[in-house]
């Protein structure tokens, strides 16, 4: 039986604390001393260390992952009625800040095998009306971006990458050298919720350009439009990255790598152990990406994904669903261009993924014991 004592969960943000505890306590009270709550020197420390660490020009940070996005497209100066083609297959988030801002959400399938958006599918759904493209990384590897900026330069698109939960992953170009995800088309939005790869200890979000244009654009319109203060030049949103959750973001990021390797590793251990159970697909690898696995998705092949969900839950073992409803088929984003049937792989996605534990605090004896209950599920 396993230890009752240490529940598993699918992320343990307090085992990671415990590790860095001293740096988190003195970055925190620090900033409480200072009482530079907003705009405090953590922040413009942390966008230059993220500048750093991604090989961009520019980070501007922001209030949350959502607003990266919304913000993103204000300042490429998206229009009502322009078209934003993106993944059917994705959070709800990237769909919402095209509706909010009366952009016209066009959704196309994703692969199969790795889950990014099929550029295929993302072309034959470009008309006169489309604007941008919003890829998103998903479950942390990228999607395939030679191919997308390919097709973005043939039609003159922009692209937005929802690098979200891809940050630290490497995309792997056709010209050789390596480039950090979000740091490929014009503007790269990344959340720093607390379960993400690099979270904070609440909401946070930041974008990424080398267009220094652009960069200033979308500085300006996450603080209100203005550039100098009580003259706005555009309207804008009040949209900041808080200056305890730059202090705390700090110290993670200085161990985001060394993150990446644990969930590397993790994910090492659940390949080879699910590679003798049949009806269990473990996840794909891009050749083009190194993967971050923000998530740990299998697809259950053979089975009935819901009750082993079910018998793991009986044992304690969470398990969660990303996501269960494709956007298509999302009540508030029904839309009679689309029907069930249309995105076939979405949909089958939707039915079959299951995304296990997936932390920097796994250890064998844990992972054993969650791989043991699905064998046992799937009846090995
Ligand atoms: C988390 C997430 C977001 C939104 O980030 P928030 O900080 O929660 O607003 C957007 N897109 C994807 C793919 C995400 O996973």
Do not use: W
Not at 332 to 361: N, Q
């Amino acid at each position: 039986m396993k230890d009752t004592a240490k529940k598993i969960q699918m992320v343990d943000l307090t085992g990671q604390y415990k590790r860095i505890q001293d740096k988190i306590d003195k970055a925190i009270l620090d900033v409480v001393h200072s009482a530079a709550f907003i705009n405090g020197p953590d922040v413009k420390s942390f966008q230059q260390e993220l500048e750093k660490y991604l090989g961009v020009k520019h980070v501007i940070p922001c209030a949350n992952g959502t607003d990266a996005l919304q913000i993103a497209m204000m300042g490429l100066g998206l229009k009502p009625g322009d078209e934003v083609i993106t993944a059917d297959f994705t959070y709800v988030a990237t769909a919402e800040v095209i509706a909010l801002l009366g952009l016209k959400p066009v959704l196309v399938d994703v692969y199969p095998n790795t889950f990014t958006i099929n550029i295929e599918a993302l072309e034959r759904a470009i008309t006169p009306k489309t604007k941008a493209i919003v890829p998103v990384h998903l479950f942390g590897q990228c999607a395939e971006m030679d191919e997308l900026m390919a097709v973005a330069k043939k039609h003159n698109l922009y692209v937005i990458e929802d690098a979200a939960q891809a940050i630290g992953a490497d995309y792997l170009p056709a010209i050789g050298g390596t480039v950090k995800a979000g740091a490929i088309g014009n503007v790269g939005c990344t959340s720093f919720f607390p379960s993400k790869n690099l979270g904070g200890y609440g909401d946070g979000g930041a974008m990424y350009t080398n267009d220094t244009d652009l960069a200033l654009r979308l500085k300006v319109i996450s603080n209100h439009g203005q550039s100098v203060q009580y003259h706005h030049d555009m309207i804008g949103v009040n949209s900041r990255l808080d200056s305890i959750q730059a202090a705390v973001l700090r110290v993670k990021l200085s161990h985001l790598d060394e993150y990446t390797a644990a969930r590397q590793k993790a994910a090492g251990f659940y390949d080879k152990a699910f590679a003798n159970i049949p009806g269990v697909k473990i996840p794909a690898k891009s050749k083009k990406s190194t993967h971050v696995f923000h998530q740990y998705t299998l697809l259950i092949e053979n089975g009935d994904r819901n009750k082993l969900k079910e018998h793991l839950a009986a044992r304690e073992i969470p398990a969660m669903i990303y996501y269960p409803i494709p956007l298509h088929l999302q009540k508030a984003y029904r839309d009679p261009r689309y029907r069930e049937g249309d995105f076939p792989v979405t949909e089958k996605l939707c039915a079959s993924v299951l995304s296990l534990p997936m932390h920097t605090e796994l250890d064998d004896q844990t992972q054993n014991f969650i791989v043991r209950a699905i064998a046992e599920y799937m009846g090995c």
